[in-house]
């Protein structure tokens, strides 16, 4: 039994894992090579190849290739022994990773299957995880790569494959924040002792003291169905007590925004947010057609064109496939973004005829008018901008990277409102998923913060048709 375990022991393989690093993962996020701790990296020559070839040009991966080409240029420089024995990232790295840096620095036999073709770069990458398993039994040497087929490919072969998951803000999406709880029926019960209430112009505010106050963030929507309902707001939470404010109810007619009124809940939360002149940054989350475009669009109109309360609207989208150039569709720039716009037009267009006394005299002068505050802006251009007193609205937000969404909401000014917006499930970007797109880490970063706000939108409006397809398709 002894002698069992001391071969056991001998066995052991060391805690510390090689991970192989594929070209897409350093593309993805520049600074992967310090997000692995006490784990050693390897970058095989390939990959090193495959950043040189992707280093020109202007898109966001080129300007990703470079950078890594840079971080790696100051490790190595850093290093003055030889580098085979691998370089120690604790210093390059300021004590964020605890490892080493690894690169190839000689030919590796090519032990592929003969079906597989060596010249491809892929199957190369694949030759030095099968050299470096072989060399190194006793070590767990894993790839890690945002390619779909390359994982399956390396796990056909034997060999241990994971995604990156460093750049992903949550495991499980169900558990991202939605904007909205739902107070349990014996709230009152547990939290009206010592209670108090105000009145503040045509609203009422609760203080009240608890165990679920501990749990709630600022700007976080309460909500309590029955008979009278509560829809409200949380304006401060601090030592087991929330601070907590009625809504504007915007359902109903008179405090119809541009003639839009909210048709559930979700939306009503919404427009709060988005006519709320302390909130100045919005994140808007919901499938096709649960009318976050039009929603955003007649609070945007209502504090342009009516309160003046900022200067024009800007509007941009990512343009599928990110970063490219959009040079070749003829006109300026506002005529190149045309094809992407048509979300915008669609909900114009409705927005336009809710006027129903305006006449069509009436409604082609404020087509006309609408048009001249509405400025629809290319992604590429972004950098170096700053936007004053504007209303920014990014649609399609989950295409876009943390750093990308980043670059935008930095772009904002002061007295400028963003309004970020999308749905997780409609990602079009090769290497994003849900958890690891830029909205997705807006939404978890800026929560909590007294000057954002989000809602998940849950029910589509669009039609009987629309909802009935989301359903059973």
Same mark, same amino acid.
């Given at each position: 039994m002894a002698q069992a375990r001391v071969t056991e022991?001998?066995?052991?393989?060391?805690?510390?894992?090689?991970?192989?690093?594929?070209?897409?993962?350093?593309?993805?996020?520049?600074?992967?090579?310090?997000?692995?701790?006490?784990?050693?990296?390897?970058?095989?020559?390939?990959?090193?190849?495959?950043?040189?070839? =992707?280093?020109?040009?202007?898109?966001?991966?080129?300007?990703?290739?470079?950078?890594?080409?840079?971080?790696?240029?100051?490790?190595?420089?850093?290093?003055?022994?030889?580098?085979?024995?691998?370089?120690?990232?604790?210093?390059?790295?300021?004590?964020?990773?605890?490892?080493?840096?690894?690169?190839?620095?000689?030919?590796?036999? =090519?032990?592929?299957?003969?079906?597989?073709?060596?010249?491809?770069?892929?199957?190369?990458?694949?030759?030095?995880?099968?050299?470096?398993?072989?060399?190194?039994?006793?070590?767990?040497?894993?790839?890690?790569?945002?390619?779909?087929?390359?994982?399956?490919?390396?796990?056909?072969?034997?060999?241990?494959?994971?995604?990156?998951? =460093?750049?992903?803000?949550?495991?499980?999406?169900?558990?991202?924040?939605?904007?909205?709880?739902?107070?349990?029926?014996?709230?009152?019960?547990?939290?009206?002792?010592?209670?108090?209430?105000?009145?503040?112009?045509?609203?009422?505010?609760?203080?009240?003291?608890?165990?679920?106050?501990?749990?709630?963030?600022? =700007?976080?929507?309460?909500?309590?169905?029955?008979?009278?309902?509560?829809?409200?707001?949380?304006?401060?939470?601090?030592?087991?007590?929330?601070?907590?404010?009625?809504?504007?109810?915007?359902?109903h007619p008179k405090n119809s925004v541009w003639g839009i009124t909210a048709r559930n809940r979700e939306q009503n939360f919404a427009l709060n947010l988005l006519m709320d002149p302390e909130v100045d940054f919005v994140s808007l989350l919901g499938q096709a057609g649960t009318g976050k475009t039009l929603l955003t669009l007649a609070a945007a109109l209502t504090q342009v064109m009516e309160a003046k309360r900022y200067t024009e609207i800007i509007m941009t989208r990512v343009t599928v496939p990110v970063g490219e150039d959009i040079g070749f569709l003829p006109g300026t720039e506002e005529e190149k973004m045309g094809p992407w716009m048509g979300a915008l037009e669609d909900n114009l267009e409705v927005l336009n005829k809710s006027d129903d006394d305006a006449g069509e005299w009436g409604r082609a002068a404020t087509r006309d008018l609408i048009r001249n505050r509405i400025k629809i802006k290319s992604l590429n251009f972004m950098r170096g901008r700053t936007f004053l007193n504007k209303f920014l609205i990014i649609d399609e937000a989950q295409n876009l990277t943390p750093k990308q969404i980043k670059t935008l909401i930095t772009r904002a000014g002061p007295g400028t409102k963003v309004v970020c917006m999308g749905n997780i499930a409609q990602i079009d970007t090769p290497y994003l998923t849900e958890g690891s797109s830029g909205l997705t880490y807006v939404v978890d970063r800026f929560k909590g913060w007294k000057h954002s706000g989000h809602i998940t939108l849950q029910r589509g409006e669009r039609s009987r048709l629309a909802d009935y397809a989301t359903e059973v398709l």
């Open positions: 022991k001998k066995k052991k393989a060391p805690s510390t894992k090689l991970f192989v690093l594929d070209t897409n993962v350093l593309l993805h996020d520049p600074t992967s090579v310090y997000r692995f701790e006490e784990h050693d990296i390897y970058l095989p020559i390939m990959t090193l190849e495959e950043l040189d070839n =992707n280093k020109k040009g202007l898109s966001e991966v080129s300007r990703n290739a470079r950078q890594v080409t840079r971080t790696l240029d100051e490790i190595v420089s850093s290093h003055s022994k030889v580098i085979e024995n691998g370089i120690a990232l604790a210093g390059p790295s300021r004590k964020l990773a605890s490892g080493r840096l690894f690169l190839q620095t000689e030919a590796i036999a =090519n032990d592929l299957p003969s079906g597989l073709p060596t010249a491809k770069a892929d199957n190369q990458i694949l030759a030095v995880v099968i050299h470096l398993q072989r060399t190194n039994p006793e070590r767990a040497v894993i790839l890690v790569s945002k390619d779909i087929n390359m994982r399956i490919k390396a796990r056909a072969l034997g060999l241990e494959a994971q995604d990156y998951f =460093n750049d992903k803000v949550l495991e499980d999406t169900d558990l991202l924040y939605t904007g909205a709880l739902e107070l349990p029926e014996n709230f009152w019960n547990t939290h009206s002792q010592g209670m108090e209430s105000w009145k503040r112009d045509s609203l009422t505010l609760y203080r009240v003291h608890g165990p679920l106050c501990r749990q709630l963030l600022v =700007n976080e929507f309460i909500y309590q169905m029955g008979e009278p309902a509560l829809n409200a707001i949380v304006r401060e939470v601090a030592d087991g007590t929330a601070q907590f404010e009625t809504l504007t109810d915007f359902s």
